[in-house]
């Protein structure tokens, strides 16, 4: 109770400034005022709020995505409002019409939505058009008339997308690369400070996904060099990797750690030029490292790291802007959706929504859609958001209902102060979107009210009834989410044991590329590294949503599954360690040994994975034991330090397992659930 107290808290008082988008905000807020100043100057000022509905909405649509998946996902928002507005105000004739319309869209929204962050944003933008244009029943000529102004001006907010293109200057990808290294530095420091887990993954898929989706306008050479520090930045990761897998009890630990600190002086000044906060980055040699360490590829860095050096000092555009129309670049999460047709998920929001449009239209037909659009912005797929944020929703919704009642009481019958009123409530809800979601809602409702006011619909309905049906549809969603929960509990064992298959297979093709190296084996290992990174990315987020979550038998616990977690952390900087011999090194000549322990842990990992499905204890095997054993007799008083190197990178597979082994066949405690 008290960690949901704080983050409403949190999300009521809490104003994030590195979210202040002040660009975005005027670029968007330009997007609905034009439409109403030039119907306003028509003397036809109804005319312009179908096309400024339109635009406000998808304003919003324009914060997915980075260039052209930006572009793509505001004219996809464009279409889907003027289909959806054209079906709302047809179907609004008939309470029976409008509710089945209602669980189809709603049943449009929740599945087309799985697919990604942005496919959620234009269907839930969809939706909540149909829904607005619900308020009022039209013939077919004028809801046709309507949804053609959405369309405009869902395209007005595209033209002025593309106009704001050039502004950016390269900005979105060097301030993704320079995230990139920022992360580096701090992680290089960890390693210096020997307190490292694994080198970050995040910051480098949102990196590749920017450069993936490049400025049009951009000049070839920089895209080329932005290309080029990333390759970088992979590399110096993987190094990293390996410079933290040397062991504690090593001689060169402390030679580690020296070179990790200067490393991270270098990258953080690398970040400082992509940003602009420094003119130039002077990447100066590293100490040559002791004989052992050298096998953790510090040569193969530094040339790295001056590669990088050269790449950002050549970067044309010096310090970047500091007033740009853009948003921060927001790419898709780096892993694979698919939809649930039939899920809670699928059929929840559909459902919910239904009800809510039947009890709106039972109270009054043209208020009816307060109640659904409230449940539906409430209603979200987990249970954090769905409680904490949408209490602050049905709070600033009603505060906002009573600020726009107060303003109309002003304004009404006076065109130019409506049209100041409406264009002031966008700039504000645009402004304060990702800062504070208490802040914007009231902003979305003042220009809810105001612009349906524009249209014509009385007062009593745009004022007074706000607070009782906000209060209906934010309790309906809860209720509607507590009665067909999805909980994010019950997948994570499964997560988990997806993210340790990817680990074995990773291993495994770093162990057999190592004994036999060949094209083959290389693209093998770079398709199991990947699926390890999205793999990570997907169980990591499901451990901290139910956190959330009360506390349930016959699952694993978020505890014990963050332990699961971090051991294998030692598992995988074994793998990079070994990777970078790999890469730096020639074969070290143990190839047999390396193709019959890979075969071992192969099947010790496998056994691992289905055990933690199966929630049962791992059986004890000694064949990965007695195999190191096996290379420790045969290497003792081994001159050649790379087959030192690689035996002690060994000895952390079968310490990382072991240690695994134990966690999974645990029994439950009250730990498990921290």
């Given at each position: 109770?008290?960690?949901?107290?704080?983050e409403l808290?949190?999300?009521?008082?809490?104003?994030?400034r590195?979210?202040?988008e002040?660009g975005?905000?005027?670029?968007?807020?330009?997007?609905v005022?034009?439409?109403?100043?030039?119907a306003?100057?028509?003397?036809?000022?109804?005319l312009?709020?179908p096309?400024a509905?339109?635009?406000f909405i998808t304003?919003?649509?324009?914060?997915?995505?980075i260039?052209?998946?930006?572009?793509?996902?505001?004219?996809?928002?464009?279409?889907?409002?003027?289909?959806?507005s054209?079906?709302?105000?047809l179907?609004?004739?008939?309470?029976?019409?409008?509710v089945?319309a209602?669980?189809?869209?709603?049943?449009?929204?929740?599945t087309?939505?799985q697919?990604?962050p942005?496919?959620?944003?234009?269907?839930l933008?969809?939706?909540?058009?149909?829904v607005?244009?619900?308020?009022q029943?039209?013939?077919?000529?004028?809801?046709?008339?309507?949804s053609?102004?959405?369309?405009a001006?869902?395209?007005l907010?595209?033209?002025?997308?593309?106009?704001?293109?050039p502004?950016?200057?390269g900005r979105v990808?060097?301030?993704?690369l320079?995230?990139v290294?920022?992360?580096?530095?701090?992680?290089a420091?960890?390693?210096a400070d020997?307190?490292?887990?694994?080198?970050?993954?995040t910051?480098?898929?949102?990196a590749?996904?920017v450069?993936?989706?490049p400025?049009p306008?951009?000049?070839?050479?920089?895209v080329a060099r932005f290309t080029?520090?990333?390759e970088?930045?992979?590399?110096?990761?993987?190094r990293?990797?390996?410079?933290a897998?040397?062991p504690?009890?090593?001689g060169?630990?402390?030679?580690?750690?020296?070179?990790?600190?200067?490393?991270?002086?270098?990258?953080?000044?690398?970040?400082?030029?992509?940003?602009g906060?420094?003119?130039?980055s002077?990447?100066?040699?590293?100490?040559?490292?002791?004989?052992?360490?050298r096998?953790a590829g510090?040569e193969?860095?530094?040339?790295?790291?001056?590669?990088?050096?050269?790449?950002t000092?050549?970067?044309?555009g010096?310090?970047l802007?500091?007033f740009?129309?853009?948003?921060?670049?927001?790419?898709?999460p780096?892993t694979r959706?698919h939809?649930?047709?039939?899920?809670r998920d699928?059929?929840?929001?559909?459902?919910?929504?239904?009800?809510?449009?039947?009890l709106?239209?039972h109270?009054?037909a043209?208020?009816?859609?307060?109640i659904?659009?409230?449940?539906?912005?409430?209603?979200?797929?987990?249970?954090?958001?769905?409680?904490?944020?949408?209490?602050?929703?049905?709070g600033?919704?009603?505060?906002?209902a009573?600020?726009?009642?107060?303003?109309?009481?002003l304004?009404?019958?006076?065109?130019g102060?409506?049209?100041?009123?409406?264009t002031?409530?966008?700039f504000?809800?645009y402004?304060?979107?990702?800062?504070?979601y208490?802040?914007?809602?009231?902003a979305?409702?003042?220009?809810?009210?105001?612009v349906l006011g524009?249209?014509?619909?009385?007062?009593?309905?745009?004022?007074?009834?706000?607070?009782?049906?906000?209060?209906?549809?934010?309790?309906l969603?809860?209720?509607?989410?507590?009665?067909?929960?999805s909980?994010?509990?019950?997948?994570?064992?499964?997560?988990?044991?997806?993210?340790?298959?990817?680990?074995?297979r990773?291993?495994?093709?770093?162990?057999?590329a190592s004994?036999?190296?060949a094209?083959d084996?290389?693209?093998?290992l770079?398709?199991?590294r990947?699926?390890a990174w999205?793999?990570?990315?997907v169980v990591?987020?499901s451990i901290?949503?139910s956190r959330?979550?009360?506390?349930?038998?016959?699952?694993i616990g978020p505890?014990?599954?963050?332990r699961?977690l971090?051991?294998?952390?030692?598992?995988?900087l074994?793998?990079?360690a070994?990777?970078?011999?790999?890469?730096?090194?020639?074969?070290?000549?143990?190839?047999?040994?390396?193709?019959?322990f890979?075969?071992?842990?192969?099947?010790?990992?496998?056994?691992?994975?289905?055990a933690?499905?199966?929630?049962r204890?791992v059986?004890p095997n000694a064949?990965?034991?007695?195999k190191?054993?096996?290379?420790?007799?045969e290497l003792a008083?081994?001159?050649?330090?790379?087959?030192?190197?690689?035996?002690?990178?060994l000895?952390a597979y079968v310490?990382?397992?072991?240690?695994?082994?134990?966690?999974v066949?645990?029994?439950?405690?009250?730990?498990?659930?921290?």
């Amino acid at each position: 109770m008290l960690t949901w107290l704080r983050e409403l808290a949190q999300t009521v008082g809490t104003f994030d400034r590195s979210a202040f988008e002040p660009g975005y905000a005027l670029r968007c807020t330009a997007g609905v005022a034009i439409p109403l100043a030039a119907a306003m100057l028509l003397r036809e000022p109804a005319l312009g709020v179908p096309a400024a509905i339109g635009a406000f909405i998808t304003g919003f649509t324009s914060l997915q995505g980075i260039y052209r998946t930006r572009l793509a996902a505001v004219l996809a928002a464009a279409l889907g409002m003027a289909l959806a507005s054209f079906v709302g105000a047809l179907a609004a004739h008939s309470t029976a019409a409008i509710v089945v319309a209602t669980a189809l869209a709603g049943y449009a929204c929740s599945t087309i939505g799985q697919l990604s962050p942005a496919a959620s944003t234009v269907t839930l933008n969809s939706f909540v058009a149909f829904v607005l244009f619900s308020s009022q029943a039209l013939a077919p000529a004028a809801a046709a008339q309507d949804s053609a102004l959405v369309l405009a001006g869902g395209i007005l907010q595209a033209a002025l997308l593309l106009l704001a293109w050039p502004s950016a200057r390269g900005r979105v990808e060097r301030m993704a690369l320079a995230d990139v290294y920022r992360n580096l530095s701090v992680y290089a420091s960890a390693v210096a400070d020997g307190s490292a887990g694994l080198p970050p993954i995040t910051p480098l898929a949102t990196a590749r996904q920017v450069l993936a989706d490049p400025q049009p306008f951009a000049r070839a050479s920089d895209v080329a060099r932005f290309t080029r520090l990333l390759e970088d930045a992979e590399v110096i990761r993987r190094r990293l990797g390996a410079l933290a897998a040397t062991p504690h009890r090593s001689g060169d630990a402390t030679a580690a750690r020296a070179v990790a600190k200067s490393v991270a002086d270098r990258l953080s000044a690398i970040a400082d030029v992509l940003t602009g906060d420094k003119s130039e980055s002077q990447i100066p040699e590293i100490s040559p490292p002791a004989d052992r360490l050298r096998f953790a590829g510090v040569e193969d860095m530094a040339a790295h790291l001056r590669d990088a050096a050269e790449a950002t000092a050549m970067l044309t555009g010096g310090r970047l802007p500091r007033f740009y129309l853009l948003s921060q670049a927001r790419p898709a999460p780096y892993t694979r959706s698919h939809i649930d047709w039939l899920g809670r998920d699928a059929l929840r929001f559909p459902l919910v929504l239904a009800i809510a449009m039947a009890l709106g239209r039972h109270f009054a037909a043209d208020r009816g859609y307060w109640i659904p659009m409230t449940a539906a912005i409430v209603l979200k797929p987990d249970l954090r958001t769905t409680f904490v944020r949408g209490v602050a929703r049905i709070g600033g919704t009603m505060v906002g209902a009573l600020v726009a009642g107060a303003v109309m009481t002003l304004v009404r019958g006076r065109t130019g102060l409506e049209v100041a009123g409406i264009t002031l409530a966008s700039f504000v809800a645009y402004l304060t979107f990702n800062p504070n979601y208490a802040l914007f809602t009231i902003a979305i409702t003042s220009f809810v009210v105001m612009v349906l006011g524009m249209r014509g619909l009385p007062g009593t309905t745009t004022i007074e009834a706000r607070l009782l049906d906000t209060l209906a549809g934010g309790a309906l969603a809860m209720i509607g989410y507590i009665a067909l929960p999805s909980w994010e509990h019950k997948r994570t064992r499964a997560l988990l044991a997806d993210y340790l298959d990817t680990q074995r297979r990773v291993a495994e093709a770093i162990l057999r590329a190592s004994a036999k190296p060949a094209g083959d084996a290389r693209r093998a290992l770079a398709e199991a590294r990947e699926d390890a990174w999205k793999a990570r990315t997907v169980v990591e987020a499901s451990i901290d949503r139910s956190r959330q979550e009360p506390r349930a038998r016959h699952t694993i616990g978020p505890g014990r599954a963050l332990r699961v977690l971090s051991a294998t952390q030692r598992f995988a900087l074994a793998t990079l360690a070994l990777e970078t011999v790999l890469e730096t090194q020639p074969s070290p000549r143990i190839e047999g040994d390396l193709e019959a322990f890979a075969g071992i842990l192969d099947d010790e990992m496998s056994e691992l994975v289905r055990a933690l499905r199966e929630s049962r204890p791992v059986p004890p095997n000694a064949a990965m034991t007695a195999k190191l054993a096996q290379l420790d007799t045969e290497l003792a008083g081994e001159p050649d330090p790379a087959r030192r190197f690689i035996l002690e990178r060994l000895r952390a597979y079968v310490e990382a397992t072991i240690r695994i082994a134990r966690l999974v066949g645990q029994k439950r405690t009250r730990g498990d659930y921290a």
